[in-house]
Structure formats: C-alpha cells, structure tokens
C-alpha cells in the first residue's frame, strides 16, 4: 500500500521540479533576450543622428524630421500592438517579428543614407519599437505573476542596461575604427540574435491571463476606455511623464550632434562613452528600484529622477569639454534608470485588476511617445535657430514643469488595488 500511495506523490513532486527548471530556464532566455535587445529598442538614435551628421552632413533640423517620423509610428502603434499584446498568447512571435523589421530597417539606413529610404527605415523601426516594452512586460508579468513584478522589472531593466553598456562600447569603437555606418550593423546584428534569445522562452510557462493584469476573482473585467478615463491619478502621471519625455528625448542625440562637430573622427567613441557611462549608473539605479520600490514607495523615488533631468539639460550648456559631458551623462543614468524600471511598475498599480494593463501601457507610451516625437523635431528647430545651447534649456524648462506636476498631481501608487476600473 505504501508503495501505491508514494507514486503518486512522487510523481506530482516530479511535475512541480519540472516546471521549476522550465520556469527558471524562461526567465534566465527572458534575461538574454533584455541584453540582446538593450540597444535594439533604445540605442539606434543617437547613433543614426551621427551617421546622417557626420557622414552625410544633415542639417540638425532634418535629422530632427527623420527621428521624430520613428517616434510618430511608434506612437500610432503603441495602443493597437497594447491591445493586441492582451489578446494574443503569440507575444514572443510578435517580438520575432519586430526585430526582423528593426535590422531590415537598420540595413537599409547603412545602405541607403537619402532622405526617403532613411524615413521610410525610420517608420518600420519606429513600428517595431512599440512592440518591445508592452511584451517584454506582458511576458514578465506572465512568468512570475504580480507578487513578483517588481522585483523582476528592476532584474528586465539591469540586464537591459547592462546589454546597452556592452554594445555602445562596442559600437562606439567599431564606429571609430572602421566607420560611422558600422554602428548599425552591430544593431541589426543583435536584433537577428534576440529572435534566437525570445523562442528559448516556453510559451507554456507564461500565465496569459496573469500577463494582462487581470483578476481571476472578478471575471468581468472593465473597458479600455473606461480603465484610462475614469483614473485622475493615471491620467496626471501620462501628463508628467510626457513632459518628462519631451525634454529628455532630444537631448542625448543634441549631445551626439554637439560631440560631431566638436570632435570630428571620435565622435561615436564618445557617444559610446557618453550611452556606457548612463547605462553604467541605469544598472544599479535598476536593481535598487526592485528591490526597494515596494517598502520605500514609487512616488519617492521617481521625484528623484525627475529631478536630475532639468539639472543635466542646464550643465549641458556650461562646458564644450567632451570628457565633462561624458561624466554629465551619470545624471542621464540615474533618471532614465528610475523611469525605465517605475514605469511598469506604476501602470500594474494603477490597472490592477483591469485586464487591460497591456493596453493602457501601450495607450500611455504612446502619449509619451508623442512627446518624445515632438521633441526632436523641436529642438532640432531652435538648433538651427539660436544654437544648442538654447535647445538645451528649452528643455530643462519643460522638465522642471514635468517635476512639478508629478510632486504635486500623482499621489503614491504602491497600495493602489483597482484605481483604474474605479
């Protein structure tokens, strides 16, 4: 009888090992695939700005044009490609698929430097560039479940910061030693190896109903509308973080044009040393926000990120040095090191238990990403109108306006239950 009674036992304490290793084994590829795809998703445009700068001598107001066509589609297909993540069980396809798109796009820069190649390049890159945060997270969230989300946002973005730091070092050389256009080859080289990094994720460890923010003890579940305009607190953080994006999206490619015309033949060493020394500061900013947003609360330590951005665009405008702009960049670290990993975190606060959390993610990144758009036509404007020195506090301005409005409108969302379908 023993005998009988143990096999079972035994038998259910083999599933659960196995599912153990199988999960351990998704979140270790999920590790790979966010140092594969660091420079995929966030890296390309200053480096772009360089090549069309240095190598095809763009004016500032034209590269302007062609990043702001990229944010613009990534903007019209954030919310879609949202929703679409919440409904499908395909999101590491969909990944798959965006990164095909960025390397064939990233070929055709590198091969085809005119305006209407370029734009078009832009556009597809820009389309694939929605794909990446709203299913990395999904994917997240449907691996390791709510409890865990925290934690695992800050490992995503160390891993993704750690990649970026790696690849822009090693961009910047290959840009210095052998030419500009080598940069994106690099680029197009890791996105082809991120297809390889998503497809050792098992799709049968990702929980799809976990992975939308939905809660299995209330079936019915409220309406995208709904979930974004009933929420006051939802919609100030859109509007905080999209002034924050729009000062903060022009200024790193400003400093890539500023450090071309300065330092001619050095110019993507440096631009690499200026992207390893942010991302440098962005790994352990990461790994502080999970392990610490939970007990300290979110709103604290965005204020602090917040807060760097109007200080960085103002030192940017007191030094020509390029070693000192370099060493401005440890600002640049620690704010997008905050937002990056906050930001997903905040947005599962705020939608908990809506169902809808790929979909208002997706609808909020693409207000900022709006911002972000805007900001490179923008400053690439006042470029060519009163210098990049007024560019540069154009934007620190709006990004003390940015500060100002989260101190003041967005309240602490770590206990936050339902917020959203309220």
Same mark, same amino acid.
């Given at each position: 009888?023993?005998?009988?009674?143990?096999?079972?036992?035994?038998?259910?304490?083999?599933?659960?090992?196995?599912?153990?290793?199988?999960?351990?084994?998704?979140?270790?590829?999920?590790?790979?695939?966010?140092?594969?795809?660091?420079?995929?998703?966030?890296?390309?445009?200053?480096?772009?700005?360089?090549?069309?700068?240095?190598?095809?001598?763009?004016?500032?107001?034209?590269?302007?044009?062609?990043?702001?066509?990229?944010?613009?589609?990534?903007?019209?297909?954030?919310?879609?490609?949202?929703?679409?993540?919440?409904?499908?069980?395909?999101?590491?396809?969909?990944?798959?698929?965006?990164?095909?798109?960025?390397?064939?796009?990233?070929?055709?820069?590198?091969?085809?430097?005119?305006?209407?190649?370029?734009?078009?390049?832009?556009?597809?890159?820009?389309?694939?560039?929605?794909?990446?945060?709203?299913?990395?997270?999904?994917?997240?969230?449907?691996?390791?479940?709510?409890?865990?989300?925290?934690?695992?946002?800050?490992?995503?973005?160390?891993?993704?910061?750690?990649?970026?730091?790696?690849?822009?070092?090693?961009? *910047?050389?290959?840009?210095?030693?052998?030419?500009?256009?080598?940069?994106?080859?690099?680029?197009?080289?890791?996105?082809?190896?991120?297809?390889?990094?998503?497809?050792?994720?098992?799709?049968?460890?990702?929980?799809?109903?976990?992975?939308?923010?939905?809660?299995?003890?209330?079936?019915?579940?409220?309406?995208?509308?709904?979930?974004?305009?009933?929420?006051?607190?939802?919609?100030?953080?859109?509007?905080?973080?999209?002034?924050?994006?729009?000062?903060?999206?022009?200024?790193?490619?400003?400093?890539?044009?500023?450090?071309?015309?300065?330092?001619?033949?050095?110019?993507?060493?440096?631009?690499?040393?200026?992207?390893?020394?942010?991302?440098?500061?962005?790994?352990?900013?990461?790994?502080?926000?999970?392990?610490?947003?939970?007990?300290?609360?979110?709103?604290?330590?965005?204020?602090?990120?917040?807060?760097?951005?109007?200080?960085?665009?103002?030192?940017?405008?007191?030094?020509?040095?390029?070693?000192?702009?370099?060493?401005?960049?440890?600002?640049?670290?620690? *704010?997008?090191?905050?937002?990056?990993?906050?930001?997903?975190?905040?947005?599962?606060?705020?939608?908990?238990?809506? *169902?809808?959390?790929?979909?208002?993610?997706?609808?909020?990144?693409?207000?900022?990403?709006?911002?972000?758009?805007?900001?490179?036509?923008?400053?690439?404007?006042?470029?060519?109108?009163?210098?990049?020195?007024?560019?540069?506090?154009?934007?620190?301005?709006?990004?003390?306006?940015?500060?100002?409005?989260?101190?003041?409108?967005?309240?602490?969302?770590?206990?936050?239950?339902?917020?959203?379908?309220?």
């Amino acid at each position: 009888m023993s005998t009988n009674l143990s096999t079972p036992l035994r038998a259910d304490s083999d599933s659960v090992l196995g599912e153990e290793r199988t999960l351990s084994k998704s979140t270790a590829a999920l590790d790979c695939l966010n140092f594969l795809l660091a420079n995929v998703k966030d890296g390309l445009g200053p480096f772009v700005a360089i090549q069309l700068l240095a190598s095809q001598h763009w004016s500032a107001g034209k590269i302007g044009w062609v990043l702001m066509i990229a944010g613009i589609a990534t903007v019209a297909a954030r919310t879609p490609f949202g929703a679409l993540i919440d409904c499908t069980h395909r999101k590491r396809g969909l990944i798959a698929l965006a990164s095909v798109l960025v390397a064939v796009g990233t070929l055709a820069i590198a091969l085809f430097p005119t305006f209407t190649p370029v734009a078009v390049a832009q556009g597809a890159i820009g389309i694939a560039d929605a794909v990446f945060p709203a299913a990395i997270a999904a994917i997240s969230l449907g691996l390791v479940g709510s409890k865990a989300f925290t934690r695992r946002v800050g490992r995503n973005e160390a891993f993704s910061h750690a990649g970026t730091t790696v690849t822009a070092f090693a961009a *910047g050389v290959a840009g210095w030693l052998v030419a500009p256009s080598a940069v994106l080859w690099s680029i197009a080289a890791l996105a082809l190896a991120s297809v390889w990094a998503v497809f050792r994720i098992d799709a049968r460890s990702i929980d799809h109903t976990a992975a939308r923010g939905a809660d299995r003890s209330h079936p019915e579940q409220s309406s995208g509308v709904r979930a974004i305009l009933g929420c006051k607190p939802l919609l100030l953080f859109t509007a905080a973080i999209t002034l924050f994006h729009f000062a903060n999206a022009a200024m790193l490619p400003l400093l890539g044009e500023k450090l071309a015309q300065a330092e001619k033949g050095r110019e993507t060493l440096f631009m690499g040393a200026c992207i390893a020394t942010a991302q440098l500061v962005m790994v352990p900013m990461a790994i502080l926000v999970g392990r610490k947003a939970d007990s300290w609360g979110r709103r604290p330590i965005f204020l602090v990120g917040f807060a760097v951005l109007p200080l960085r665009g103002l030192l940017y405008t007191m030094t020509q040095n390029p070693y000192a702009l370099v060493c401005i960049q440890i600002l640049d670290g620690i *704010g997008a090191g905050i937002f990056g990993a906050l930001f997903f975190i905040m947005v599962a606060d705020l939608t908990k238990g809506t *169902g809808r959390y790929n979909l208002i993610q997706g609808a909020t990144s693409a207000v900022w990403g709006l911002g972000a758009a805007l900001s490179n036509c923008v400053a690439g404007f006042i470029v060519d109108k009163a210098g990049y020195s007024a560019a540069f506090l154009v934007l620190a301005a709006i990004a003390l306006c940015a500060f100002v409005l989260l101190w003041v409108g967005v309240p602490e969302t770590s206990h936050q239950t339902n917020s959203a379908a309220s």
